[in-house]
């Protein structure tokens, strides 16, 4: 069964600053896609950014942007010129790629609980 | 683009009472929905899911249940809340993405 592990319970960053958020994962695929989330006090939960895993290219947006090992099977998250409405839960997620009758469901890390200091 | 409407925002309910939230989809068809829990500061259980009308699977025994009698409707049910019932539940539909809906805090007293 897929795994997908978070190791940092709670990290902290510097307005301004850089921080690199951790997510490993375990399956036997070879095809599936990864996501970030990000979960603010409001607890909507919010796409940041999808990684698919046949692309070697790492996924960019704006601020976000993911390093991509396959063969390591880490998906972290690195948020450059951290804001303060930065600061939320940060979660990885992972999931199989869709095909008919498949449930497409999501398997969830624990979370990282990420404080911007001003 | 999915938009997904879930109600209500939050509840308080005595133990032993009927449970039903609502979760409706606009902009797609046939998506596949999910109902999942959140407790305070941890992650995403994953209660049930349901890949069309009618079809639903659960993902871990519980007191409670879902039905979808629309295609774009996903309803969770329970005849007798338990305190442990209390937490974040929040609404998801795929269909060529996930979008999750705003949640409801639901309290058991």
């Known amino acids: 069964a897929q795994t997908v592990t978070q190791s940092q319970p709670e990290m902290s960053v510097q307005e301004a600053e850089t921080v690199t958020l951790s997510c490993t994962y375990d399956t036997s695929e070879s095809d599936y896609y990864l996501f970030w989330y990000k979960q603010p006090p409001s607890r909507q939960m919010i796409l940041v950014i999808r990684q698919e895993a046949y692309k070697q290219q790492n996924a960019t947006e704006n601020r976000f942007s993911v390093n991509f090992q396959k063969a390591a099977k880490s998906f972290s998250l690195k948020i450059s010129d951290s804001q303060l409405g930065d600061a939320a839960m940060y979660f990885c997620?992972?999931?199989?790629?869709?095909?008919?009758?498949?449930?497409?469901?999501?398997?969830w890390g624990l979370g990282t609980s990420l404080a911007v200091n001003p | 683009s999915q938009t997904i409407h879930q109600w209500p925002a939050t509840l308080v309910q005595p133990v032993g009472s009927p449970l039903s939230l609502e979760c409706t989809v606009e902009?797609?068809?046939?998506?596949?929905l999910y109902w999942y829990r959140q407790a305070a500061g941890r992650g995403l259980q994953l209660l049930f899911y349901?890949?069309?009308?009618?079809?639903i699977s659960s993902e871990v025994p519980q007191n409670l249940s879902a039905s979808r009698p629309q295609d774009r409707q996903f309803i969770l049910s329970s005849k007798k809340l338990l305190l442990s019932d209390s937490g974040f539940y929040l609404c998801a539909s795929h269909y060529y993405g996930y979008t999750f809906g705003s949640g409801t805090r639901l309290t058991v007293v």
């Open positions: 902009g797609t068809s046939n998506p596949n």
């Open positions: 997620a992972y999931r199989t790629p869709g095909g008919a009758g498949n449930n497409r469901k999501l398997i």
């Open positions: 349901s890949v069309g009308i009618g079809q």
